[in-house]
């Protein structure tokens, strides 16, 4: 089996927009669930409100794969499921090795969505010499002295980093320097890398900070709301009601330094 050392997705080279690429994954779970209820066609509406995304946008998404459903059938499932497969590079082996084996690190090794989707967990890494030899999800943790011979004989191309942040920079200067191409970063920290190395960055705290400003937003809509007059009260227009400026003839809007300055200025 190829392995992600060797192979490349093409979809830079097709040109195809990152947004697109972004959305392709979920397309894909949608497809899925789909193939596993024995689900043959799939209308754009119908995989579109699936996945989350508006009907036209995933017409343009799939005419990037050269992919066009059929007038009054749809789109073959199994065909999307393929197609979508390949492009992400999902139809072959993707060796994984995971940086820092605290809580985070031992969940992610113990997902199961890994294998099933075309990444295998090579190798666990973690610093601690304690936890050298340890057994997490069924895998033996290894040394971080010997990250750079692991990746080189297990043909690593992805490496996730969990450890805390002040240590994620020199885990990923290792990864690096050792020919890892793409990084999945779960340290609380932004990391440098040069051209040709990708990083995806997943950090929940800011995740959790963004739904609470629209938690925050909402409450204050509902304040509004709340506090807002009733439009069927009786209320008194002199006191809401700004007084009205007194025309050009005869009179004058408002102060200003050296008298009154008029509320409409002759043309």
């Not at 890994?114 to 890494?125: C, D, K, M, N, P």
């Not at 990923?172 to 340290?187: E, H, K, M, P, Y």
């Not at 200003?256 to 409409?264: I, L, R």
Request: glycine share 12%; proline share 7%; with cysteine.
């Amino acid at each position: 089996m190829a392995t992600g050392r060797t192979h490349r997705p093409a979809t830079r080279s097709r040109g195809i927009p990152e947004a697109t690429v972004a959305r392709l994954p979920l397309y894909l779970r949608a497809l899925t669930a789909l193939s596993e209820r024995s689900v043959p066609t799939v209308s754009s509406e119908e995989l579109a409100a699936a996945a989350g995304v508006n009907s036209a946008k995933l017409r343009k998404d799939f005419s990037y794969l050269g992919s066009y459903g059929t007038r009054g059938v749809g789109y073959d499932v199994e065909y999307l499921v393929y197609q979508i497969s390949r492009e992400l590079g999902l139809t072959q082996d993707w060796p994984v090795v995971i940086v820092g084996i605290g809580n985070l690190g031992a969940a992610l090794a113990g997902y199961g969505g890994f294998a099933s989707r075309g990444f295998r967990v090579a190798a666990l890494i973690d610093a601690d010499p304690a936890m050298t030899g340890k057994p997490v999800a069924g895998i033996p943790v290894q040394h971080s002295d010997d990250l750079e011979k692991i990746i080189h004989e297990d043909g690593v191309s992805i490496g996730v980093i969990a450890t805390p942040a002040g240590v994620a920079q020199q885990v990923c200067d290792r990864l690096v320097a050792a020919g890892v191409t793409s990084i999945l970063n779960f340290a609380p920290t932004v990391l440098s890398v040069p051209d040709g190395v990708d990083v995806r960055k997943v950090d929940l705290s800011i995740e959790l900070q963004i739904l609470a400003f629209h938690e925050q937003r909402k409450a204050g809509e509902e304040t509004s709301a709340e506090d807002a007059p009733d439009a069927g009260a009786d209320t008194d227009a002199s006191a809401v009601a700004p007084p009205a400026p007194r025309g050009a003839a005869g009179g004058t809007g408002r102060k200003g330094p050296d008298g009154d300055v008029p509320a409409v200025m002759p043309a």
